[in-house]
């Protein structure tokens, strides 16, 4: 009887592994559908509200994508359009054909296919980017980069690319390609600030778009990659090399053909000249930034009403280019009495360099810091007409001299100053304080850190031309601070939204103690280093020149319009022949003669009073050639040796005047064998041969020291006269006698 063999149970068919993987496959699909169903629908949602969310094509045809700012001069003309330029708005049909097809063959051929997202130029984006290890094709659609630039930004992030998919099948649901590619056009940004094809075609041929050629569609095609890398005014021959790119493109999607492509001559295209950039652009550059600070509009067109006077900016450039040495840079800012800023220049010529000079730079100013050290002096209660003596002078192992290698004894600061004396100065600010120097130029304005060095007198901290002009002005103003501004109003459709108002409550000083300084500063320009500065009109001005003549500078004021001069070299290298008195103080009056042409003539609460050497009639200093604020200092402060000055002889008997050898080691500290003659009135008298007895008129003394300076001046005593010129010998200018 044959037995049944039995299934054992402990053996499984040879099918169960093979189902279980089926099953966990099967569930796995059906995992991946249910959250590819969700992920659709989701995303379904998402576009629908993006879709719904969206403006309608009439109000994406009317938004800008920037701010557009046009700045005005003081008369009201435009000077400067910034920000983003639009053309005319040219309808689908007004756009000529060859431009429709460059842009669709460059830079979305599937245009016309696809849903928004092209998954094909994705693909070859993702191949390219594995094949090289990075970005280098980017696989955007016309509709995503529409939703880019009128939505969104550059941002190279994932969460960015979504937001942009997203808007790009919002945009293919709600518009037609027509409506798409028109927006794309008149929207996009094609460098030099031009946004669409019309501002485009403008910038770059000089006229609108509507009637572009095959060669000129092709150039402004090829921009959209890159604007600033393919711009015909910046890199023409890019520009040519991309259209070339372009037309083989539109050959290979059968646009236009190969005669056609061969016919288009991309590099015989002329090219629109580009507007010449002057030195406003160095005032617009300074100004338009402070608009963040003073306003908070971000979007709305705006139109900016500034202080510059067209006029005076002309006179200003004209000044600076006259009379800047060969080889050297040149600044100029000019305030009006209430701080607008009427001119300034930064640079001899902007387009060769855009750095401004007048606000930027900073550089030593020499001997013009000496405002601060004299109205520190004035301040502690010093006057014009004190006496004080100009002889060798070390302070902290610092020793500073003249220019002439001479000391002239008790002079008045009115002297010292208009000859700048620098021993005086050092005297000087060692009586009141270095700290106390520095805070005054801190209070006038000077925003560059300022060392408290006693070489400091001298104009050895860096300062800014703006900053040193602020703080004459504010001598100008009465004591009053001054602060430069050059925005008046702001409009944003046709409302204000911004008007400057004059601080004039921050009083600096005393009325009086300006009003000494501007005494002293008078002094500099009608007999001391700043003659050059003289245009016919009361005028209070300071020089200054730094070490071997790399800057030299002149400041002041004159019928409300404070103005500062500076010239050197970028490098700081010396110019031969550079000083405060001479370039610098000649652009200033070449500027503010004609700047002041208009303006009454205005006097000075103080009438210029001479220092008494120039009482003299011989019309040289008997104390050497005027400082013009040559003294040279290291970075210490301390001379440097530019030559022996001339030596001074003996009028009567002449020998030599003994004077302190330069070559002699530490020759500014060590006694001389000889001690030199002070040249005092003593010495004055004997050169001139006053000290011999002479016939004197009956009832006249001599004119000596004693009688008071401002009599001296207003009562010169004339000896030289006779009847016929209606002054007799021994009587003043005014007929009285000499009693």
Request: net charge neutral; aromatic share 8%.
């Amino acid at each position: 009887m044959a037995r049944t063999r039995s299934a054992s149970p402990s053996r499984r068919p040879p099918s169960a592994p093979a189902s279980r993987w089926r099953r966990r496959l099967v569930v796995s699909l059906q995992i991946c559908i249910g959250i590819g169903v969700l992920a659709l629908g989701a995303l379904a949602i998402a576009v629908y509200v993006a879709m719904s969310q969206l403006p309608s094509f009439d109000s994406l045809k009317s938004s800008p994508n920037g701010q557009m700012i046009r700045v005005h001069a003081a008369d009201g003309t435009v000077i400067v359009s910034m920000g983003p330029s639009f053309g005319e708005w040219l309808p689908y049909n007004q756009i000529p054909q060859v431009m429709r097809d460059a842009t669709v063959s460059v830079e979305d051929r599937r245009f016309r296919s696809h849903i928004g997202i092209d998954p094909i130029g994705v693909a070859r984006s993702v191949k390219v980017r594995f094949d090289r290890g990075h970005w280098t094709q980017g696989g955007s659609t016309i509709t995503q980069q529409l939703a880019r630039t009128v939505f969104l930004n550059n941002q190279k992030k994932f969460g960015r690319k979504f937001r942009e998919g997203i808007l790009a099948f919002a945009l293919e649901w709600k518009f037609s390609k027509d409506q798409i590619l028109e927006l794309y056009l008149n929207k996009v940004y094609y460098g030099g600030g031009a946004y669409g094809i019309d501002a485009a075609s403008r910038k770059f041929f000089g006229h609108g778009a509507d009637h572009l050629s095959l060669a000129e569609a092709a150039v402004i095609a090829g921009l959209v990659k890159a604007p600033s890398n393919y711009s015909p005014t910046a890199d023409a021959e890019a520009a040519v090399g991309r259209a070339g790119v372009v037309l083989e493109t539109m050959r290979e999607t059968g646009a236009i053909t190969a005669e056609q492509s061969a016919d288009a001559d991309v590099s015989g295209l002329k090219l629109a000249p580009e507007p010449k950039q002057n030195s406003v652009r160095y005032f617009t550059d300074w100004a338009l930034p402070q608009l963040d600070t003073l306003i908070d509009e971000t979007t709305e067109p705006l139109e900016v009403w500034t202080t510059l006077d067209l006029t005076m900016q002309r006179q200003a450039d004209d000044a600076i280019r006259a009379n800047v040495p060969s080889g050297a840079q040149g600044a100029l800012v000019a305030l009006d009495r209430g701080g607008e800023v009427r001119a300034m220049v930064g640079g001899k010529d902007y387009v060769s360099s855009i750095y401004n000079r007048a606000t930027q730079a900073v550089r030593q100013p020499g001997s013009s810091f000496k405002l601060f050290v004299y109205l520190a002096a004035l301040e502690a209660g010093h006057k014009p007409e004190d006496s004080i003596v100009d002889e060798p002078v070390t302070i902290q192992g610092w020793s500073p001299r003249n220019d002439s290698r001479r000391n002239s004894g008790a002079v008045s600061l009115r002297t010292a100053f208009a000859y700048s004396l620098n021993t005086v100065a050092a005297k000087l600010g060692q009586e009141v304080g270095f700290n106390t120097v520095a805070d005054m130029a801190r209070r006038f304005g000077i925003t560059t850190p300022v060392n408290v060095h006693p070489s400091m007198v001298l104009g050895t901290s860096e300062v800014r031309v703006i900053d040193m002009t602020r703080a004459f002005a504010s001598v100008a103003n009465k004591g009053v601070a001054v602060t430069p501004y050059g925005i008046t109003r702001v409009t944003a459709n046709g409302q204000t939204i911004y008007t400057h108002e004059v601080d004039r409550s921050h009083v600096l000083v005393a009325p009086y103690v300006a009003a000494e300084m501007t005494d002293l500063l008078q002094t500099a320009v009608n007999t001391g280093t700043g003659r050059a500065a003289q245009i016919g009109r009361p005028v209070a001005g300071k020089t200054g020149t730094t070490t071997a003549s790399k800057d030299g500078w002149f400041l002041g004021f004159s019928s409300g319009i404070t103005t500062g001069v500076w010239m050197g070299r970028d490098d700081a290298k010396p110019i031969a022949g550079l000083h405060g008195g001479t370039a610098p103080a000649k652009a200033w009056a070449a500027f503010m003669k004609p700047a002041t042409a208009s303006r009454p003539i205005e006097q000075f609460d103080t009438q210029v009073t001479l220092p008494e050497w120039q009482l003299e009639p011989d019309e040289e200093s008997y104390f050497g050639q005027p400082d013009n604020g040559q003294m040279m200092v290291d970075e210490n402060g301390n001379p440097i040796e530019q030559g022996a000055p001339p030596v001074p002889t003996d009028a009567q008997t002449g020998d030599t005047i003994p004077r302190p050898d330069a070559d002699q080691p530490d020759a500014t500290q060590a006694a001389p064998a000889a001690p030199p003659q002070q040249m005092n009135q003593d010495w004055i008298n004997r050169v001139t041969g006053r000290d011999q007895p002479r016939d004197q008129p009956a009832g006249r003394q001599p004119l000596t020291r004693d009688v008071p300076r401002d009599r001296v001046q207003t009562d010169r005593y004339q000896s030289d006269r006779n009847q016929d010129g209606r002054y007799q010998d021994g009587r003043y200018e005014d007929g009285r006698p000499n009693q």
